[in-house]
Structures are given as structure tokens and as C-alpha cells.
T-cell receptor, first 114, second 115 residues
Framework: GQQLNQSPQSMFIQEGEDVSMNCTSS?????WLWYKQDPGEGPVLLIA???AGELTSNGRLTAQFGITRKDSFLNISASIPSDVGIYFC??????????????WGLGTSLAVNP | KAGVTQTPRYLIKTRGQQVTLSCSPI?????VSWYQQTPGQGLQFLFE???????NKGNFPGRFSGRQFSNSRSEMNVSTLELGDSALYLC??????????????FGAGSRLTVL
């Protein structure tokens, strides 16, 4: 099935560093979602974006809906050990029929060295 | 408010057997989606149910089936299990918001191991 291009695939950083990851697609999306998954658990929603150019923050996390509607970015500032996990992006092309299905990236695995 | 509940959390089956997984969505959520997650393959969409009707379906063989009950609870079934069916099966429910976005809330998953 279709997948988003999510990069980087993995990151190993020092505590306190900032982190950036992104997702791109050849298709236009109406909604971008960012999730985090801890080991042994289901993904948890971090940020939802609904409008091109939108910039939304959730604590130390900031995500942006790209102007072209084909990409999105997630930044984590001043990383801490509990930021460890896999981060997924997901996009929704439309609101009816098959376009309701979320298209997912393969995830960015983040490791933080205390 | 209770989250999405999946049972069982862990199970081990042998090839050729069948398995049924259960999902109780968040109260008020009428849409339930199922995903298969394996290392390196990410989240693969299985199907979505709304008001007891399958609304969308992924590219999985007919061995994978699901249903939704009138109380929005859902089950998925995998028949004639294969080794490659070993995965984390995730259920998610959603309440379609005013923008129409399909924002999913996931359960903790059912970890299936096929021997």
C-alpha cells in the first residue's frame, strides 16, 4: 500500500539536543497527524494539523503542515530520556470513501543518551 | 473516560489455527479501524468499520476478516494462520470531528505469535 516518506529512519542523540523529523508525499493531504509509540503500546496522538501552513505546539513538540500540503515536520526541543520511542506521521487525503484512510510513514526511531 | 481496550494482549498459536481478537472502542466512538504492525513494515491498514458496516479495506487476503456489533465493539478473525501473521494487531477508534479528520485513538494492541 501507499506510504509516506518519513525521515530520518532513526536518530541517536544526546539529552538536551533538539530533534527534527519530516514526512513527504507526492499526494496532497487535508490532515497531518503525528503519533508516538512506546515499546509494547499503541501509538498515541501528539499533534493534529488541519490547515496548510499551520504551526502547532504541544509542550516541547512543534509540528507544521507544509504549505504545499505534501509534507509535514515535527520538532522536539531539549530532548529528555522519556522522548525515546518511535514517531509516526500519518496523512489523510480526504474525508469520504477511500480517502478517509490514513496513509502512514514507517516511523522514526528516537534514542536519547542521558 | 476509558480508552480503547483490546483483548487478549498476548497469544500464541500454531500454523493452521485461527484466532479472534476483540476491541472495545471509546464510548461514543462509532468508527473502528484495525492495523497490523510488523518491524520494518510499519502500520498496515486492515479494515475500518462504522455502524456495523465495513467502510474501507486494506490489501490483505480473505483469511483476514472483521465485524462490528451494534454496541460498536469489533472483532477481527484470522483463519489458517501462517508464520508471517505474527505481528502486533492494533485497534483504533475515532470520533469524526467537525473538520472531518479521522483522528485515531489506539489500543495497546494484541501481540500474536504464530509457531
Amino acid at each position: 500500500g501507499q506510504q509516506l516518506n518519513q525521515s530520518p529512519q532513526s536518530m541517536f542523540i544526546q539529552e538536551g539536543e533538539d530533534v527534527s523529523m519530516n514526512c513527504t508525499s507526492s499526494s496532497i493531504f487535508n490532515t497531518w497527524l503525528w503519533y508516538k509509540q512506546d515499546p509494547g503500546e499503541g501509538p498515541v496522538l501528539l499533534i493534529a494539523l488541519y490547515k496548510a501552513g499551520e504551526l502547532t505546539s504541544n509542550g516541547r513538540l512543534t509540528a507544521q503542515f507544509g504549505i504545499t500540503r505534501k509534507d509535514s515536520f515535527l520538532n522536539i526541543s531539549a530532548s529528555i530520556p522519556s522522548d525515546v520511542g518511535i514517531y509516526f506521521c500519518a496523512g489523510q487525503r480526504g474525508y469520504a470513501g477511500n480517502n478517509r484512510k490514513l496513509i502512514w510513514g514507517l516511523g522514526t526511531s528516537l534514542a536519547v543518551n542521558p | 473516560k476509558a480508552g480503547v481496550t483490546q483483548t487478549p494482549r498476548y497469544l500464541i498459536k500454531t500454523r493452521g489455527q485461527q484466532v479472534t481478537l476483540s476491541c472495545s472502542p471509546i464510548s461514543g466512538h462509532r468508527s473502528v479501524s484495525w492495523y497490523q504492525q510488523t518491524p520494518g513494515q510499519g502500520l498496515q491498514f486492515l479494515f475500518e468499520y462504522f455502524s456495523e458496516t465495513q467502510r474501507n479495506k486494506g490489501n490483505f487476503p480473505g483469511r483476514f476478516s472483521g465485524r462490528q456489533f451494534s454496541n460498536s465493539r469489533s472483532e477481527m478473525n484470522v483463519s489458517t494462520l501462517e508464520l508471517g501473521d505474527s505481528a502486533l494487531y492494533l485497534c483504533a477508534s475515532s470520533l469524526i470531528n467537525l473538520s472531518g479528520a479521522n483522528v485515531l485513538t489506539f489500543g495497546a494492541g494484541s501481540r500474536l505469535t504464530v509457531l
